[in-house]
């Protein structure tokens, strides 16, 4: 819809002298302009509440990737260290155990998995809803869209409507001077003076307010963007005409792409995939089991393992000794010989020291294991069945969330559609009405001149514009405005 030149003189004149800002620009400079486009592309980027939305898609992600790891086996290690004082332990009386200081050191890894129909329903359950998430972001995103096109609009037409005091000030200070020479020409009383002085003081504080309350939108602009308010920074308030739209396709448009309407349809395909879940703890399971553990050890005091080695090697020939003598006393072959042989060597007491050299990670593996089972729940007091059920009516509460967003998009798109005929309609009036008070006002500026009326009659006619103009701006905004809401019902832009 064309803005009428005369209401929006001032923002099409800093439009024509400042450079437009780059839609690229993390933060517009000083005096830039920004325009509607550029203000969605800084929102989309700082807007607080939707950065917070789109974290929602690393716990999406996260959940996803847990959910397929499930596919994979559960790998656990463990590695410890122990320590055990040199001091035996007696059970009935009988003393067991070493008496040298002992260290220790032990590692092992095992893997596990588990696999059930309910494993495969789970990661499509968390797919659908990472889905369901991308579209709550759509969702938050087009809100902020709604959020800041709206603002947008408002502080441009506070923008418009300051312009228009900015015109009508000037008309009272032409109306004052009029009035001032028919004073001094004899045709015009000190009363109508006064009465151009009034309101020419009260137009005044109207440009003022005008002013004031176009800088305030900007800055409730900026907070809506997300960023702060930029010094001198102005509006385009070159708005592209809305499309023309058939309802038909508009609501086909709605049902297919809303966001919000997405997001239902996801978490009901997620309850979907839950209640398979919950009718799988019907079937069995598979779970495989794998182990692998190793350990080594050393004794602090190494020359107490040499004596002791050395004192089992004498007690040994010693004990051969005795065996042979026995034999040979009773007549019998004999081996004396061969217990000399019998004795502690250098390379026993070096194997000694080479063990003790194996701690802490010269393992010694322990046998392996490896299990596989199947497991068919049979009765657990109806709480499978309970499950079942509550994921039943999770599933139809889902479905019926799907059915009325599907109306309320329906709704939506066909009212808003309606605001924005209506809205049309209106300013193509409105724009007549204008004419008509400008006309009018024409007029009445001609007949105070030669006196044909009063003052009176003159701020009157200037009141009939000034409410005309006014109600014009406001139809052009609203129509804007239906848009912006009918964008918002669909779920996507449309222009």
Not at 227 to 237: E, H, N, Q, Y
Not at 305 to 313: D, E, K, M, Y
Not at 449 to 454: K, P, T
């Amino acid at each position: 819809m064309r803005i009428h030149a005369f209401a929006l003189a001032l923002g099409l004149a800093v439009v024509g002298t400042v450079p437009v800002l780059a839609a690229a620009q993390t933060a517009p400079a000083p005096g830039a302009v920004i325009t509607l486009t550029d203000a969605l592309a800084l929102a989309r980027r700082n807007n607080p509440a939707l950065q917070s939305s789109t974290n929602a898609r690393r716990t999406a992600a996260a959940a996803v990737r847990s959910a397929k790891g499930a596919f994979l086996p559960s790998v656990n290690s463990s590695m410890g260290g122990g320590y055990r004082e040199g001091r035996q332990t007696f059970f009935q009386g009988q003393a067991f155990g070493s008496t040298n200081d002992q260290l220790s050191t032990d590692a092992s890894v095992n893997a596990s998995l588990q696999l059930s129909l309910a494993t495969l329903n789970d990661k499509r359950a968390a797919q659908a809803n990472q889905n369901a998430t991308e579209a709550d972001i759509a969702a938050a995103e087009q809100r902020v869209r709604n959020d800041v096109t709206n603002q947008y609009l408002a502080a441009l037409q506070a923008q418009a409507r300051a312009s228009l005091q900015d015109t009508l000030q000037a008309t009272t200070q032409t109306q004052l001077q009029l009035a001032r020479a028919r004073l001094q020409v004899g045709s015009g009383t000190q009363l109508d003076v006064q009465r151009a002085e009034v309101a020419d003081g009260q137009q005044r504080v109207a440009s003022l307010n005008s002013r004031n309350q176009v800088a305030i939108e900007i800055v409730r602009l900026f907070q809506a963007i997300g960023i702060d308010a930029a010094p001198d920074a102005k509006l385009d308030a070159n708005l592209a005409a809305p499309p023309t739209i058939d309802l038909s396709a508009i609501l086909e448009m709605a049902r297919r792409t809303n966001p919000a309407l997405g997001s239902f349809r996801a978490r009901e395909e997620s309850a979907r995939r839950s209640q398979a879940s919950a009718r799988s703890a019907y079937f069995p399971s598979l779970s495989l089991q794998a182990g692998v553990s190793a350990f080594t050890n050393r004794f602090t005091n190494t020359g107490l393992l040499i004596g002791q080695s050395q004192a089992s090697t004498l007690g040994a020939q010693a004990s051969c000794i005795r065996t042979e003598e026995v034999r040979d006393r009773l007549g019998l072959s004999n081996r004396l010989a061969q217990c000399s042989a019998i004795a502690f060597t250098p390379a026993q007491e070096a194997a000694i020291r080479d063990a003790q050299g194996k701690y802490p990670f010269d393992f010694t593996r322990n046998p392996y294991s490896l299990s596989a089972s199947f497991s068919l729940p049979i009765f657990n007091g109806w709480r499978r069945e309970q499950q079942v059920e509550q994921a039943s009516v999770q599933r139809r509460n889902a479905q019926n969330d799907v059915r009325a967003q599907e109306l309320r998009v329906t709704a939506e798109v066909t009212a808003a559609y309606l605001s924005l005929s209506t809205a049309q309609q209106t300013v193509v009036l409105q724009e007549q009405n204008v004419r008509t008070a400008r006309t009018a006002l024409s007029l009445a500026q001609e007949r105070y001149r030669v006196g044909a009326i009063s003052i009176v009659d003159l701020v009157q006619a200037r009141g009939d514009y000034e409410r005309a103009e006014t109600d014009r701006i406001t139809a052009v905004y609203d129509v804007q405005r239906a848009f912006a809401a009918l964008e918002n019902a669909v779920g996507r832009p449309i222009r």
